[in-house]
């Protein structure tokens, strides 16, 4: 196996094990709470709303191979509003490697006081459709049996997932693993590695400052075996209830600043850039995360409150 084709391995093989700080299964969103779905299906059915958010992520832009995330989630209560339903569509791609997920989510809330304080329990069951083609790898040596012997991997994993979420109208906490079953996955002919279990803990507070101003402190914790324990916080200001600014700072790893705007009281739009802290700036201008959401409302509930997660 020639040098450029070994190291393009490696690459791979160290995201796929999580055995490096930024090497993670799961894929990386920074504006997660505008959408919590993508890690917690107790969040489906939560507004009051048919709500349809779209999510394109370019991660350390500028660094050939580097993950890029395109995310398309679809989630409503139903009549009786303690059950909600969720559709997930996720596509990742990381060097030669791929995986198209659709999971399907269903959430259970119960209303435990006169403020409409809710606790949801959710699950979601769904396919990953895993593959990697090593052909299209750029090589120097026409011979090497891997791209002569047109390596290319597919595979088709079933996976649930599990959530619970506590919410107010200024107030969330949720906790989560999206993926249980510890599938297998082929690497290489003779390389194998599992899906491993991701853990997500999360939740935030909106707290008004004056009038026409909110702030809104966040924070995700992120536990994944063989891989350091992910910290993230964020701080956000929603002014006159039209637009977010907000900075985020994720330990040892990114900082970086978000932008909601709510063009109306149904459509938004979003913006986020995280710089990289570790040695991957040297080879990446950082990352670019862009979301779009759309609230599909009955005329008769009409619009009650702002959405502030």
């Not at 709303?49 to 890029?68: E, F, H, N, S, Y």
């Not at 506590?166 to 690497?187: A, D, E, F, Q």
């Not at 850039?273 to 991957?280: I, K, V």
């Amino acid at each position: 196996m020639n040098q450029k084709i070994k190291i393009s391995v490696l690459f791979i093989i160290l995201f796929t094990m999580s055995a490096s700080i930024q090497a993670q299964q799961e894929t990386q969103h920074s504006m997660y709470f505008f959408n919590p779905m993508l890690i917690n299906p107790a969040y489906a059915g939560s507004q009051e709303a048919i709500q349809v958010t779209g999510t394109v992520r370019d991660q350390w832009t500028g660094l050939k191979g580097a993950p890029k995330t395109q995310a398309l989630s679809l989630h409503s209560p139903l009549k009786t509003e303690s059950i909600g339903l969720g559709l997930t569509l996720l596509n990742d791609q990381l060097g030669v490697t791929k995986n198209t997920g659709a999971y399907a989510d269903l959430a259970y809330s119960i209303k435990l006081n006169k403020n409409n304080n809710r606790l949801a329990f959710g699950v979601k069951l769904g396919m990953d459709f895993f593959r990697q083609d090593f052909s299209t790898l750029r090589i120097v040596n026409e011979n090497d049996q891997i791209y002569t012997q047109g390596y290319n991997y597919k595979k088709s994993l079933f996976n649930v997932g599990a959530g619970a979420y506590y919410y107010g109208k200024r107030h969330y906490i949720g906790i989560s693993t999206p993926r249980i079953l510890k599938n297998k996955i082929n690497i290489t002919a003779d390389q194998s590695a599992l899906q491993e279990n991701h853990y997500y803990l999360f939740g935030g507070i909106v707290i008004k400052m004056k009038p026409g101003i909110n702030m809104r402190p966040s924070f995700i914790v992120k536990y994944v075996n063989n891989a350091p324990l992910s910290i993230e916080g964020n701080l956000s200001f929603l002014f006159y209830d039209k637009l977010w600014i907000g900075a985020m700072y994720r330990h040892k790893a990114a900082t970086g600043l978000n932008i909601m705007y709510n063009v109306n009281q149904n459509f938004r739009i979003g913006y986020a850039y995280d710089y990289q802290l570790t040695s991957l700036q040297k080879f990446s201008a950082g990352s670019h995360e862009i979301m779009i959401g759309y609230d599909l409302r009955s005329k008769s509930k009409g619009f009650k409150s702002p959405r502030y997660f």
